[in-house]
Every structure is written in structure tokens, then in C-alpha cells.
């Protein structure tokens, strides 16, 4: 079973920058659609941030583009988000998730144990 562990979030305040890191067991790096969740308590499903498919194309969601920056390290097995300019409202816990194909299928993807990102002054 691939596993995920997410590391890299905080508190920040706001225009500042994070990077969050997913450790990807078992090679699944060269072989998985990666992406990046979110979901805050208000929140009754995780939002789709941003996806990366084995081919290197992205995709982000409209409230991040410019500002987050997806990508995979193959030879380290690992996937990033780069976040600038964070806003408040980003703050939420973010989740690494993969699945064989893009778009990821919330309901059976593999997901992380999520990280916390907390963007206030």
C-alpha cells in the first residue's frame, strides 16, 4: 500500500510563503497522479489545489493560480507545493492524495495524514 506523508506547514502571516512536502513511498512518484487538498472545518469536502499528472502537466485551482506551484521530485520520491502571497483565506489542512489516473477521485484516492496551513497577522 503506498503511503504519504505530508510535512512542511505552519503560521504565517499574511503575503507570506510556504512549502509543503509529501514523502511518496514505493516508487509511487513515477507511477501516480499526485495532488495537493484542502479542506478547513467550514468545509464539507476537500478542494482540489493543485494536480500534477506522470507527464509533468498541472492543473490549480482558480484561487491559487499564480501563487501555488506544484511538482514532483522522481528521483527523491517526493511532492511539493510551493505557496506565496498565502491570503487567510488559505488557511485549512492541506492533504497530499494520489490515484492512478488525473483527475484524482476523492472517494478512492490514497491520502495523507494532512499538514496544517494557518495564514493570519
Known amino acids: 500500500q503506498v503511503q504519504l506523508v505530508e510535512s512542511g506547514g505552519g503560521s504565517v502571516q499574511p503575503g507570506g510563503s510556504l512549502r509543503l512536502s509529501c514523502a511518496v513511498s514505493d516508487d509511487a512518484v513515477n507511477r501516480y497522479c499526485l495532488g495537493w487538498f484542502r479542506q478547513s472545518p467550514a468545509e464539507k469536502e476537500r478542494e482540489s489545489v493543485a494536480?500534477?499528472?506522470?507527464?509533468?502537466?498541472?492543473a490549480y485551482a482558480n484561487s491559487v493560480k499564480g501563487r501555488f506551484t506544484i511538482s514532483r521530485d522522481n528521483a527523491e520520491n517526493t511532492l511539493y507545493l510551493e505557496m506565496n502571497s498565502l491570503k487567510p483565506e488559505d488557511t485549512a489542512m492541506y492533504y497530499c492524495g494520489a490515484y492512478h489516473t488525473c483527475p484524482i477521485i476523492r472517494s478512492r484516492a490514497i491520502w495523507g495524514q494532512g499538514t496544517q496551513v494557518t495564514v493570519s497577522s
Open positions: 494536480q500534477i499528472k506522470l507527464d509533468g502537466t498541472t
